[in-house]
């Protein structure tokens, strides 16, 4: 069992940034490949950034590609995501998810086993 706490999101003015935080406990998560996805209401799950056991191979959708960033901090079970130059479209609820099993990250989100109750993040025009 893995526990994911998200933290970090708010609201913030466009062009300004945000730093989302994900916290994992339990089975010793920083073992596995990690990512971000969100998730709009009434939309599908959208990949966002993974990022691989060692940290050492990162995954991004074009749509974020050279805005956010993703790190993690395996001596603090701890994924980020730098998120820069926001705009209103980036409005949405933010999840980060484990994948067990595998040190490579995925873009999908039926190959990660367990996820956080999401952050909300609103970007004002």
């Known amino acids: 069992q893995v526990q994911l706490v998200e933290s970090g999101g708010g609201l913030v003015q466009a062009g300004g940034s945000l730093r989302l935080s994900c916290a994992a406990s339990?089975?010793?998560?920083?073992?596995?490949?990690m990512a971000w996805f969100r998730q709009a209401p009434g939309k599908e799950r959208e990949f966002v950034a993974a990022i691989s056991r060692s940290g050492g191979n990162t995954y991004y959708a074009d749509s974020v590609k050279g805005q956010f960033t993703i790190s993690r901090a395996n001596a603090k079970n701890t994924v980020y995501l730098q998120m820069n130059t926001l705009k209103p479209e980036d409005t949405t609820v933010y999840f980060c998810?484990?994948?067990?099993?595998?040190?490579?990250?995925?873009?999908?989100?039926?190959?990660?086993?367990?996820w956080g109750q999401g952050t909300q993040v609103t970007v004002s025009s």
């Open positions: 339990g089975r010793t998560a920083n073992n596995y490949a």
């Open positions: 998810a484990v994948r067990l099993s595998y040190a490579r990250g995925s873009y999908f989100d039926y190959d990660y086993n367990y």
